[in-house]
């Protein structure tokens, strides 16, 4: 699906849904700019756009319909016989998390921006790309005026779209909290591990992602105004502290492992202690029943009138005995 939109310099809706046929033109006007959204097109929609219409490098193509594991920016100023006019290539990820999957699902968005142009590719649908676009089409705070600050406008709003996810994995961690320090099974082990996992596919996102937005934050692209550099700053800052929330997140979870290990540590020994309780407590009856098993003839106690009961009472007064030296010492 192709969304395309050409705005006006005082960021007012100029015209929408353009005919590919169309863009050169509006491309050559110096008072409007161009933003074309690509939403899981087709083959033939991503060739127009990407080859025909706006005649890209093949290797930033390439990255943008192949799947990026790491967000990366790259910048391309045409050579002898190219046909693009100067861009940044962008690759960047949106995430979410899932409580009920326990899992981080990641979806790539990719940037193409120019003086006068923004071409976004992206294969689900975003929150982020909906937002600004409601945004741009009502003229809020006047985005819509060059694709540098739409550019920005995205990348805000898809790093706010981190702390929700944060908040639900933030939750899902103090849970586990309490299952390991209240009743830690082997289930309560799988989830940390999990999102153990998961956390630190976070941080791999948010590193490589950290370092694209620091170089905008630094200024060091001609493309964005040099006026729009704080706002990059500000994303940054937001990403940063989102990458130093996920370094907490990943020291929690590792005290959490290790109260699990603890508290399955002492359940054993607990488990342990009884056992043993146990064997010693009952250590004088099998002392005795072991000794007048043998039954040997010439043992004095069998032809004793009363040498049930007294094997039954001293195997009771030994076993009581040692039942109350352990009390004393509290072992129990």
Request: aromatic fraction near 12%; proline fraction near 5%.
């Amino acid at each position: 699906m192709i969304r395309s939109f050409a705005f006006t310099t005082q960021g007012k809706l100029h015209s929408k849904d353009i005919e590919p046929f169309l863009m050169p033109t509006l491309l050559a006007d110096t008072n409007l700019f161009l933003w074309v959204d690509l939403e899981s097109p087709t083959t033939t929609e991503w060739k127009s756009v990407l080859e025909q219409i706006f005649h890209f490098h093949p290797l930033s193509i390439e990255d943008c319909v192949s799947p990026s594991p790491s967000p990366k920016v790259e910048e391309y100023s045409p050579k002898e016989g190219d046909l693009f006019t100067p861009y940044l290539f962008m690759v960047i990820h949106a995430v979410d998390y899932s409580r009920k999957d326990g899992c981080f699902a990641t979806s790539e968005l990719d940037f193409f921006l120019g003086k006068n142009f923004l071409v976004t590719f992206h294969e689900k649908a975003l929150r982020s790309v909906s937002t600004v676009e409601e945004r741009a089409l009502n003229g809020t705070m006047g985005i819509a005026r060059a694709p540098d600050r739409v550019a920005h406008s995205l990348l805000d709003t898809l790093v706010d779209n981190y702390k929700p996810a944060l908040d639900e994995l933030g939750l899902e961690i103090a849970e586990l909290e309490q299952e390991a320090l209240q009743k830690p099974t082997q289930q309560t082990l799988n989830r940390i591990l999990q999102v153990k996992k998961e956390v630190l596919h976070l941080r791999q996102i948010i590193g490589p992602q950290r370092e694209v937005l620091g170089k905008f934050a630094a200024g060091d692209f001609k493309l964005v105004r040099p006026h729009l550099t704080p706002y990059f700053r500000d994303v940054y800052d937001a990403i940063f502290h989102i990458g130093e929330l996920a370094h907490t997140y990943t020291d929690s979870l590792t005290g959490i492992l290790q109260v699990y290990l603890n508290m399955s540590s002492n359940q054993t020994g607990e488990v342990v202690k009884l056992l043993t309780l146990i064997t010693v407590i009952t250590t004088p009856l099998m002392m005795i029943g072991t000794w007048y098993g043998m039954n040997f003839k010439d043992m004095p106690e069998l032809e004793y009138q009363h040498a049930y009961p007294f094997a039954v009472g001293i195997t009771a007064l030994a076993t009581l005995a040692t039942y109350l030296y352990f009390k004393k010492r509290k072992w129990f």
